[in-house]
Each structure stands twice: as C-alpha cells, then as structure tokens.
C-alpha cells in the first residue's frame, strides 16, 4: 500500500486489480517452482471429509462461497481448483469477467465469452452466482478514459442494460457500483473520481443502480466497497464516508438492496473486530443487507515459519467471523479466490520476487488444494454462528 494525503490508504496499481498482470505472471508461475516451505507444513488441520464450509453455512442460512477466474480452470490444476469450488462454495463471485476493461477491451468489441464460460460453470455445478461488477471508476480501458461526458453517461447506461439483459436470468445479485470512495481525490463525500464521476458526479451511483433495477427487477443490487474494516484513521474516514453515502442512497431512493464489504485483512494493520462489527449493525439499521465480499488475509509482517504463519492467518480469521457473523444482516461470506496460489496476493509477488522462497498464504487452502487451520477456523466460526 502508499500512503496517499492525509493518512488515507490508496491502493497501489497492482491491488487495484492484479489481474492485468496475468499475462506476465503466469509465464513467470511456470518458470518458478513452489517453494517447498508450501508444502511442508500446516496443512490439513482437520480430515477431509465431513461437512464442507458452503454446507455448514448453509445450515445457519448463510450463503458461502469464494470468488472465481475461469482462466484457473486451464492451468495444470484447473479440475482440482474445479471440485473444490464444487464441493466447498454454495456460490461464486465473478472475479474479472464481468469487469468493463474484460467485457470491452475496445470501443468496437464486446466479448461475452468469459462470463459465459462462468455462467456454465456455476450452472453445472448447481452454484448461485454473484455479478462483480457493473460500474467501476477504476481498471477501465484506456478508450473509456478518453470518453467525453455525454459519452460516458450513454455508456454506463448502455452497458448496464446489456449485461444486465444478457445474464438476468442467470445472476441474481450485481455489485451494481464498485468502490465509490476514494478520499484520496479529495471530492465532496470523500467519493472516487473517474469518467464517470466527472460525466453525472455522484449522480452516476444512484443512476446506476435505477438502471439496473429497471432491466432487472428481480435482482439483489449491492454498493460494494473497501477499507471500512482496520482501526485507524483510513479505516474511520472509509466507515463514515460509505455510512453517509448510504444514507443519501436511501433518502432518494436508490434502489440499493444491500452493501458488499470487501474486507481484505492485512496483518501489518491495526484492528477491533467488534468496532468493525457495529458499523456493520449501523448498515444494517438502514435497511441493508450485509455481504463480507471479498475477505482474506495479507499475513505479510507473520513469521516466514509456514505452520506458525498459518496459525496465525488462522487466528485472524477466527476472530473476525466470531465478530462479524453475530449480525444477523450479513448473508452472504465470499472469500477472494479460494487456494494461496490463486490469490491476486501470490500472482503480484511472483511478479514482484519472482525468486522469493517465501509466498502468500492468506486462504484455506494451499497449492494441493489440501485444507489449512483457516479452513478450521472458518468451519468453527460458521458452525457457532446464530442462524439467521
């Protein structure tokens, strides 16, 4: 992360989406062998078998699931990355193929066949899907960028309706407008400038989401957005910006069925998980329904030990569920990607120290797609949590 104005967090080009980097770093993945730290220690906490994490939630009425890239599908474990999705996850998130800069790399393209090929995918599984996401001010092509004002508002609306008329029946729930706030841009409501942005200002979020109603009059529509979680200057003015955004979504009636926080824990970070927990239960108060939408851990500043770093992302886990899943709003618990080593975490620093021993180990599962303590972690914060 770089530090950006007064104390704020920007994110760096590389967590902004990792995933225009994937070119690079699968050539460089294929060039490097897994570190054998990876694959010697803290694994398989708890036999396989028994229920699996999408099942236990179930069971509360909560739905889990990870979020999912069909380019995984075509690497060497593409079917194991395959059956555990199928047996762990009640659900999946589109990780790129519904994004603008995937959908339409060029003015004159609009290519449907990623998110296609994932529609398939949850289809034969029997998983739900959840459309991430519709209108962003970041990772846009470079074409969007240049647009005029009168251009970017035809197109937001444009192509709104024509994903949205596309997988209607197949996708029940969109984050609608991702990360609207940025303080960092120094604008009214600490809000995230971009092409659309400067086309209808804060306009472009509740017009987004009257658009989307209106094509899908069924679906769950979400405002997702990040660093609302740590405990520190950033992570107050993201809670007290997203909280009064929310609160003039409701005044005038947008249509926003429920709020996505994207909580990407970082070990080098401060934390009080119940102060989290109560400005989830003041969104809730609102009216909205609660997703954790993009949830892992950076164990960065851990011990380079592998067991004792597991442990330890382990223990990060537990206490953030035991916290958070008491709020009986929060219904739906997507982790970011579901294996270390298909984590945008592992493929940026691969990228970075492409001959580093040491990588990320922030999920609950290793590069085997064998179980790790934070899938025990998980499964006892699901198996205590209330039912909803």
Do not use: Q
């Given at each position: 992360m770089r530090r950006s104005g007064a104390g704020m967090t920007r994110p760096a080009p590389c967590e902004i989406?990792?995933?225009?980097?994937?070119?690079?770093?699968?050539?460089?993945?294929?060039?490097?062998?897994?570190?054998?730290?990876?694959?010697?220690?803290?694994?398989?906490?708890?036999?396989?078998?028994?229920?699996?994490?999408?099942?236990?939630?179930?069971?509360?009425?909560?739905?889990?699931?990870?979020?999912?890239?069909?380019?995984?599908?075509?690497?060497?474990?593409?079917?194991?990355?395959?059956?555990?999705?199928?047996?762990?996850?009640?659900?999946?998130?589109?990780?790129?193929?519904?994004?603008?800069?995937?959908?339409?790399?060029?003015?004159?393209?609009?290519?449907?066949?990623?998110?296609?090929?994932?529609?398939?995918?949850?289809?034969?599984?029997?998983?739900?899907?959840?459309g991430h996401n519709l209108i962003w001010n970041d990772a846009l092509p470079d074409w969007i960028r240049r647009l005029g004002p009168d251009e970017a508002a035809f197109l937001m609306d444009t192509h709104i309706t024509t994903v949205l008329e596309r997988y209607r029946a197949d996708i029940p729930t969109w984050d609608v407008v991702n990360e609207p706030i940025a303080p960092w841009d120094r604008l009214p409501g600490n809000l995230r400038g971009g092409v659309f942005y400067a086309a209808l200002g804060e306009g472009y979020i509740a017009e987004s989401f009257r658009v989307a109603r209106r094509v899908a009059p069924q679906a769950r529509l979400f405002l997702n957005e990040a660093q609302t979680e740590s405990d520190d200057e950033n992570g107050a003015v993201f809670r007290a910006s997203l909280l009064a955004l929310a609160k003039r979504l409701k005044a005038e009636g947008a249509p926003v069925d429920g709020i996505g926080l994207e909580c990407h824990l970082d070990s080098r970070r401060p934390y009080d998980f119940p102060r989290f927990a109560a400005f989830v239960e003041e969104l809730a108060a609102e009216g909205f329904e609660i997703a954790i939408s993009e949830l892992d851990v950076n164990d960065v500043a851990f011990p380079a030990d592998p067991a004792e770093r597991d442990r330890k992302v382990a223990d990060v886990y537990r206490r953030f569920l035991a916290a958070v899943l008491p709020v009986k709003a929060v219904r739906r618990l997507t982790l970011w990607q579901i294996a270390d080593h298909t984590s945008w975490m592992y493929y940026d620093d691969v990228r970075l120290h492409p001959k580093a021993l040491r990588r990320p180990r922030p999920l609950p599962f290793d590069e085997r797609f064998r179980r790790k303590a934070a899938w025990s972690a998980i499964a006892e914060a699901l198996d205590a949590m209330p039912p909803r």
């Open positions: 989406d990792r995933r225009r980097l994937l070119a690079g770093a699968a050539s460089l993945l294929a060039a490097v062998a897994l570190p054998a730290e990876r694959t010697a220690a803290g694994v398989a906490a708890v036999p396989a078998g028994g229920l699996s994490l999408g099942e236990l939630a179930a069971a509360k009425g909560l739905l889990f699931g990870a979020s999912f890239a069909t380019h995984e599908l075509d690497k060497p474990y593409g079917a194991s990355y395959a059956a555990t999705y199928a047996r762990e996850a009640r659900m999946v998130t589109s990780e790129l193929e519904l994004k603008l800069y995937t959908m339409r790399p060029k003015a004159t393209a609009l290519d449907f066949g990623p998110a296609d090929r994932l529609v398939l995918f949850a289809r034969e599984h029997g998983l739900a899907l959840h």
